[in-house]
T-cell receptor, first 110, second 114 residues
Framework: DAKTTQPTSMDCAEGRAANLPCNHS???????VYWYRQIHSQGPQYIIH???NNETNEMASLIITEDRKSSTLILPHATLRDTAVYYC???????????FGTGTRLQVFP | DTGVSQNPRHKITKRGQNVTFRCDPI?????LYWYRQTLGQGPEFLTY????????KSRLLSDRFSAERPKGSFSTLEIQRTEQGDSAMYLC????????????FGSGTRLTVV
């Protein structure tokens, strides 16, 4: 069963920051949060992951609350090519399998 | 790093036929995962391998499904006596060590059972 909940859809203007929220209130202390995105008919693409510290890479930033019950993925300057379904995922501790939810469909408009 | 390769990309089969999909992971990756994705849903875990050992199978994987990873390299997923409900995208992912980074997914095999 999914361990994350996300809004079904969001819009963002091109050039603005896209902030995608995720709730994972039942996450265990040693389970990581991953973010992937999926463009139609392609496999999921890795974005970023973290445990409890905030993380940043060339694609995005991940902000995890201190209680680890929620997180936010930030795309700092959204482009039209960022239009996709974004999945917030918990990596199960004992099996390391990724448990996907239903994702957020992000639409970036000009 | 040539990525995770899945073949075929598309497969149309008649109900009752058997089908087999192949996944070639990134060469040094020890872990290999299979997922199934239906329209509008996130990927659902099916099974995974550590090298050649199959360590877990989801309850979604009925006895018509079987997966192998001989010699810890490529993997195959076979569905026997296909049903229309098996129509989905079948995704494969590999990772060297889950502790160290992201899992790389293939582009998937889209199965249509008619």
């Amino acid at each position: 069963d999914a361990k994350t909940t996300q809004p079904t859809s969001m819009d963002c203007a091109e050039g603005r920051a896209a902030n995608l929220p995720c709730n994972h209130s039942t996450i265990s202390g040693n389970e990581y949060v991953y973010w992937y995105r999926q463009i139609h008919s392609q496999g999921p693409q890795y974005i970023i992951h973290g445990l409890k510290n905030n993380e940043t890479n060339e694609m995005a930033s991940l902000i995890i609350t201190e209680d680890r019950k929620s997180s936010t993925l930030i795309l700092p300057h959204a482009t039209l090519r960022d239009t996709a379904v974004y999945y917030c995922i918990v990596r199960e501790y004992n099996t390391d399998k990724l448990i996907f939810g239903t994702g957020t469909r992000l639409q970036v408009f000009p | 790093d040539t990525g995770v390769s899945q073949n075929p990309r598309h497969k149309i089969t008649k109900r009752g036929q058997n089908v087999t999909f192949r996944c070639d992971p990134i060469s040094e990756h020890n872990r290999l995962y299979w997922y199934r994705q239906t329209l509008g849903q996130g990927p659902e875990f099916l099974t995974y391998f550590q090298n050649e050992a199959q360590l877990e199978k989801s309850r979604l994987l009925s006895d018509r499904f079987s997966a192998e990873r001989p010699k810890g390299s490529f993997s195959t997923l076979e569905i026997q006596r296909t049903e229309q409900g098996d129509s989905a995208m079948y995704l494969c992912a590999s990772v060297l060590s889950p502790k160290n980074g992201g899992y790389t997914f293939g582009s998937g095999t889209r199965l249509t059972v008619v």
